[in-house]
């Protein structure tokens, strides 16, 4: 493999992960700049390489720098490649830090790629992400996003399908409470026929936190025999949290498989008295309902021991506990 | 008998939902060792009569009172009353997908012991007790890692529903409609379970539609409900007239 990145930089211990995951090599990129190597940081992998580990790339936003900031990543898997990122951003400080970060992803000719996007700030921070995903024949994109904490999280998410029988599967979990906002937008492109793509976002939406999700799925002419799917579904734990979505379709071939979907509810109220009557407390109950909510788009973490992380670290979430530890971020990965 | 004894009292109980009154005054003694059944016709209120006490919420108790083992049953929250030792088996058990039967039910055993003041179970006891539990209902291993109830069969939720009983070994269990849409094997192992649950300190009320269940779960009392009150008490023989007669000689 290639070593066309750098890891493990020396940084001091407050952004060192405890306990790395097994199996990953880890990135720091502290205020937009890569730690030990060049900046914008970009990876690439060439035909046929296979990253054995998972490389864990850790965005950090630091109180000596906090001005707005852009920061680019650009990711090419070549033909036949396979590999996997997880991408964290934080914030170290309760600072208002704005970040607009572009990231684009060139997957070629059968090769797969697969991203972990966990997003775990402060209530005053601002974050816009725009991904670009290009995907030749054959290719195979996975993403599934965690926005688990932010004051504003917007992730836009255009998905071209170039190449015929490429593959997307897009998932996401977004957790709101006191002001946040939290937006997804995604344009997800079926240019050439045999495509097929998933989307499932889903929201938990508590005090005055809101949620926007607008995706759209757009089938050209000629893209015949494309699947694609799509899902938005939210819960909403108070009553002036709000969710706004915008599910769209719009297709100009004729033989197709496409849906769309959106929900809103509330947490089921026999559920809980069922919980109840064996005796978990109503509390808990409720806790339970929405790591249950949740499940379906943890799910899709491929990573095992990634997966039962962010299932702590969403249950965590769920019970407020970020908002009482100011740099539990320190503790996150 | 002692009025000490007495673990389940319910003294003029009238329970209303949305204005309309569905139990009219229901008395009730329940012993320690005891199986009541209930019977009636549909929309008599037998499901509504063990709701309120279980503590659903969606009833209103107008009058009477309920006393489980001398306290106050009405004014304890749901999950309390389960603490407390009070068990419903529900007719039509909930689907929870997402959520384990395994982390349900472990949940639900760790906040009863935290009541108790006992240390949570570990792992190997954990599974220990629930193998031993589920062999009580013939479930296999299979169920515990699906969600609640999730994709089971009729009979498969309800033999989950003793399965509970038989983790959190209530000292009263209320049983509503245990026995509907089971066919004959699936009663019997129904009725096998909750039968080995037995013993001279706790208690069970049965809520049943039909005499069949109670071939199997023999009662030392049963009681028919009728508008919203029990019109007779009697012995076991009343089921079999029951079955014989119908409900239409007790009502008239």
């Known amino acids: ?333 | 008998m002692n009025n000490d004894n007495i673990m389940l009292k319910i003294s003029g109980l009238k329970v209303s939902i949305d204005d309309r009154e569905i139990l009219t005054g229901v008395n009730l003694e329940v012993r320690p060792g005891e199986v009541h059944a209930i019977m009636g016709p549909n929309g008599s209120g037998k499901s509504t009569l063990s709701a309120v006490l279980a503590g659903n919420e969606n009833f209103k108790v107008t009058e009477g009172e309920v006393l489980f083992e001398g306290e106050d049953l009405l004014k304890l929250s749901p999950e309390e009353r389960s603490w407390a030792g009070v068990f419903l088996g529900f007719q039509y058990p909930i689907e929870i997908p997402g959520v384990t039967n395994v982390n349900f039910i472990k949940t639900a055993i760790n906040e009863h012991r935290k009541r108790k003041g006992l240390p949570e179970l570990s792992a190997a006891q954990f599974l220990k007790l629930m193998r031993e539990r589920m062999a009580y209902v013939d479930m296999d291993s299979s169920f515990t890692s699906r969600g609640v109830n999730v994709g089971f069969s009729g009979g498969e939720k309800k033999r989950n529903e003793i399965f509970h009983m038989a983790m959190l070994e209530p000292k009263l269990a209320i049983l509503d409609e245990t026995d509907s849409g089971l066919d004959v094997d699936a009663l019997r192992i129904v009725a096998s379970g909750i039968n080995r649950l037995k013993t001279p300190q706790n208690a069970t009320i049965v809520i049943t539609h039909y005499q069949r269940l109670l071939d199997y779960i023999v009662p030392d009392y049963i009681h028919v409900i009728y508008k919203g009150s029990i019109i007779k008490s009697a012995g076991r023989e009343l089921a079999r007239e029951i079955e014989q007669r119908g409900y239409d000689w007790l009502i008239n």
């Open chain 1, 1 to 333: 493999m290639k070593q066309n990145y750098i890891y493990a930089p020396n940084l001091t211990s407050e952004f060192k992960c405890k306990v790395p995951l097994q199996g990953t090599r880890q990135l720091f990129i502290v205020n937009g700049r890569v730690q030990g190597g060049r900046s914008p940081f970009s990876l690439r992998l060439e035909e046929g390489e296979a990253m054995e580990e998972i490389l864990q790339i850790i965005s950090v936003r630091h109180k000596s720098y906090k001005e707005e900031l852009s920061t680019q990543q650009d990711f090419h898997f070549g033909k036949g490649s396979v590999g996997r990122i997880i991408q964290c951003s934080h914030t170290f400080s309760p600072d208002r830090f704005v970040t607009t970060e572009k990231v684009t992803i060139t997957v070629e000719r059968d090769a797969s790629a697969e991203f972990c996007i966990m997003q775990n700030e402060h209530n005053n921070a601002e974050h816009n992400t725009s991904y670009e995903a290009n995907l030749a024949e054959g290719a195979s994109l996975n993403m599934v996003f965690l926005s688990l904490h932010g004051g504003i999280i917007r992730n836009e998410i255009v998905v071209n399908l170039n190449g015929s029988h490429a593959q997307c599967d897009l998932a996401g979990l977004y957790l709101t409470d006191s002001r946040q906002l939290m937006d997804n937008n995604i344009h997800l492109n079926h240019l050439v026929p045999y495509c097929t793509s998933s989307q499932l976002f889903k929201g938990i939406l508590d005090d005055e936190g809101v949620a926007r999700f607008y995706g759209l799925i757009k089938v050209a002419p000629d893209a015949q025999k494309t699947e694609a799917y799509q899902a938005n579904h939210n819960l909403l734990i108070s009553d002036k949290a709000k969710a706004h979505t915008k599910p769209q379709l719009e297709i100009y071939a004729d033989d197709v498989k496409c849906s769309h979907g959106a929900t809103m509810g509330r947490l089921n109220e026999d559920e809980l008295f069922y919980m109840r009557t064996r005796g978990i407390p109503a509390a808990e109950a409720r806790i339970l309902q929405q790591k249950a909510f949740a499940h379906e788009v943890l799910e899709k973490i491929s990573n095992t021991q990634l997966r039962e992380r962010m299932l702590n670290l969403v249950e965590r979430r769920l019970r407020g506990e970020f908002s009482h530890c100011k740099n539990c971020t320190n503790h996150c990965c």
